[in-house]
């Protein structure tokens, strides 16, 4: 990562995206983080202290993935972490609520709206008792970052396009369902990476920033166990990313944590697969 722009790139998107972090909890005493324990949401959290305080939210089955790691980082001290276990039956008692939300807010009731609003609504549901106005969300950040595993088959032309063409159907494809999530239980969600300074600078960066090809197998920055392998090359998704999380003081373990998607690290799709199976809920494909 030899570059005489790269560290001043890095400082970069530190001061913009603190500063987008500080618009969204302006004036807040407290605010709620959806915190699955990952680099997106914890880099959000560690920024987000410095304006207020901050409660993590962690929501997922006992077993799942999130929960395992938010346990790991409560024990630090670091944060106000609250953990929300959940069990298929927690997910039955809500889901004529979920179900609603999706349906008046014309979001389709597919397997992944619904896997992806559990965590949500119960974040946000605990967010509220504890007297919460304004959660932060780590969304955005695969889109900017390079983090989904799909940009890793694209050559760069490919991925610049599509992960623009990803920004822009954000709110229409996620972003807009886990508002709904969270107004019901009125919280109001924003989205520090989403933010326009942020996201323009950000987003226009080099791509070897974000998606970084490993040659002679020369691990950058102790990162080797991120490590991708698609089509026989080696990458670390969300490099600059996970340099910028060291910057702001996030433990190692989650700076060097591959990433997982909200419905698998909370285990939330296992719980919709099992409940689609009693027929109690339909879906549309």
């Not at 509220?128 to 799909?150: C, N, T």
Request: glycine fraction near 6%; charged fraction near 25%; proline fraction near 2%.
């Amino acid at each position: 990562m030899e570059n005489i722009n790269y560290d001043a790139t890095l400082l970069n998107l530190k001061n913009l995206l603190s500063q987008s972090v500080g618009q969204a909890t302006n004036k807040l005493q407290k605010t709620g983080v959806v915190f699955s324990a990952g680099i997106d949401s914890t880099v959000i959290a560690f920024l987000a202290k410095k304006f207020c305080n901050v409660c993590a939210y962690t929501v997922g089955t006992c077993k799942g993935e999130d929960i395992i790691f938010a346990r790991k980082f409560e024990k630090l001290n670091i944060l106000d972490t609250k953990i929300i276990e959940i069990t298929e039956g927690d997910v039955e008692n809500e889901k004529g609520n979920i179900l609603k939300i999706l349906n008046n807010n014309n979001i389709p009731v597919t397997k992944l709206n619904l896997s992806t609003a559990v965590p949500l609504y119960f974040a946000s549901k605990k967010a509220y008792r504890d007297g919460i106005k304004v959660m932060l969300s780590g969304q955005g950040a695969d889109e900017i970052f390079g983090g989904y595993v799909r940009y890793l088959k694209m050559n760069e032309y490919q991925r610049i396009i599509a992960m623009k063409n990803d920004i822009n159907l954000a709110y229409k494809d996620n972003l807009n369902r886990d508002i709904a999530m969270c107004a019901f239980n009125k919280i109001s969600l924003k989205f520090p990476y989403m933010d326009k300074n942020f996201s323009d600078y950000a987003m226009n960066i080099p791509m070897k920033f974000k998606i970084y090809e490993v040659k002679n197998d020369q691990y950058p920055d102790d990162f080797g166990e991120t490590i991708d392998i698609v089509d026989g090359k080696k990458f670390i998704r969300k490099f600059i990313l996970r340099k910028l999380g060291r910057e702001a003081s996030v433990p190692e373990f989650i700076v060097k944590r591959k990433k997982k998607a909200m419905q698998y690290g909370s285990m939330s799709e296992k719980i919709i697969e099992k409940i689609l199976k009693n027929h109690s809920i339909q879906i549309k494909f």
